[in-house]
């Protein structure tokens, strides 16, 4: 079958996720202590403007969202197919069920706090907030990414009519997060004010959807940006069985890989060790046959997803101090770090610009002389 036919094959795709840190990046807070978190936009004609700002998400409240995905999806999918009024019931249904998945969240870290003391990090907030103010979810409205109206009690009325060019512009940004346009997870957008004015100008600067929509999801993803972002990579749970001989051989393979070691146990009267690590998507691809390679057959692996891990590192580092040009060097000749690199590779792979120099070294590029 298509004999003579070249195929190019292009590197399997691994999807990523966006998220931020409860920190400003270094570039933001060099401006001084008084830096906020809050952005404000507004449009052309200056009758629409919104104050928001972003924090991040505590993992209990993530990691429930994320595990009842499945049952959020169905009640949504169909408010979907229902339409008119019975939408609108079956959506308010779903929003009903995803605050209580929230508040189940929120008291089961309060007893976990009680019990052994591990507070997470901003969780006062969540606390004290009236879970009705969660207005969706996203992307696809059951993502674990919420947005919260947190203005005054009172102007919830005066401004209803942009409610769905809001969430629209909000299940935008979740969807395609601004560093390299994947999945946002474990953010939430707070509404701090919002001002409509649809006298303003005449008849001539109405104040139309698609302004709403660009407006808020500027602010948005300006919002996003001023925290520490992060990317988060799908990491798979791997289990190995092998013998002593090629126990190094084994770790050698793992640790090439960005592999990490949970637990190595004996199994008892035998000399197997079964071994298991944590292994990311990314490098996964070629591992199976790297290692019996490298171990000559005697050991194979069983992969199944786990969870998703941040990598540490800024996808926007850049040396600022002595200490840091010292031991990464001048900007110049920084070399991309693991998360600059992923990100880079995925903004190719669609089409987005890179900031990447064509001519890394001009002095050494080579110049052919005009043949006469």
């Known amino acids: ?12 795709l691994v999807g990523f996720r ?61 408010a979907k197919t229902s339409g008119g009024h019975a939408e609108r019931t079956k959506a308010a249904e779903g929003m009903i069920c995803a605050r209580e998945l929230i508040r189940k969240a929120i008291l089961h870290q309060e007893k976990e706090k009680k019990e052994h003391g591990n507070a997470q990090t901003g969780f006062g907030f969540w606390k004290r907030l009236d879970l009705s103010r969660i207005i969706a979810l996203g992307p696809d409205r059951t993502g674990a990414n919420v947005l919260v109206d947190v203005r005054k009690k009172g102007t919830e009325e005066s401004i209803s009519h942009v409610s769905n060019a809001i969430s629209t512009a909000f299940q935008m940004v ?48 300006e919002a996003i940006l001023i925290r520490e972002a992060r990317l988060i990579e799908p990491m798979y749970l791997v289990e190995l069985q092998c013998s002593e001989t090629v126990l190094r051989r084994l770790y050698a393979v793992i640790g090439k890989r960005r592999g990490r070691i949970i637990s190595e146990d004996l199994r008892e009267g ?32 069983q992969l199944m997803f786990s969870h998703w891990e941040i990598i540490p590192e800024d996808p926007f580092f850049v040396p600022v101090t002595d200490e840091e040009k010292e031991e990464f060097g001048s900007a110049a000749v920084l070399k991309a770090n693991l998360a600059r690199t992923l990100v880079d590779g995925v903004r190719k792979r669609k089409g987005l610009a890179v900031q990447e120099l064509i001519v890394q070294h001009a002095e050494k590029q080579r110049t052919l002389a005009r043949k006469k």
């Open 1 to 12: 079958f298509a004999q003579g036919v070249d195929f190019k094959v292009s590197p399997p």
């Open 18 to 78: 966006e998220t931020i840190l409860d920190a400003f990046r270094r570039k933001d807070t060099s401006e001084g202590s008084k830096r906020t978190a809050y952005v404000t936009k507004s449009n052309t004609s200056s009758n629409f403007s919104i104050t928001v700002r972003a924090i991040p998400l505590p993992k209990c409240i993530s990691d429930a969202l994320t595990e009842q995905k499945r049952e959020l999806d169905t009640l949504f999918r169909s």
């Open 174 to 221: 979740m969807e395609k997060g601004p560093l390299c346009e994947e999945p946002m997870m474990g953010v939430a957008l707070l509404i701090e004010d919002m001002k409509v004015d649809r006298k303003a100008g005449g008849s001539g600067s109405l104040l139309s959807s698609g302004q709403i929509i660009q407006t808020t999801r500027d602010a948005f993803r």
């Open 270 to 301: 035998t000399q197997t060790f079964i071994v298991k690590c944590y292994l990311p998507v990314e490098r996964s691809f070629g591992f199976a046959s790297s290692l019996r390679g490298r171990t000559s057959g005697m050991a194979s692996p």
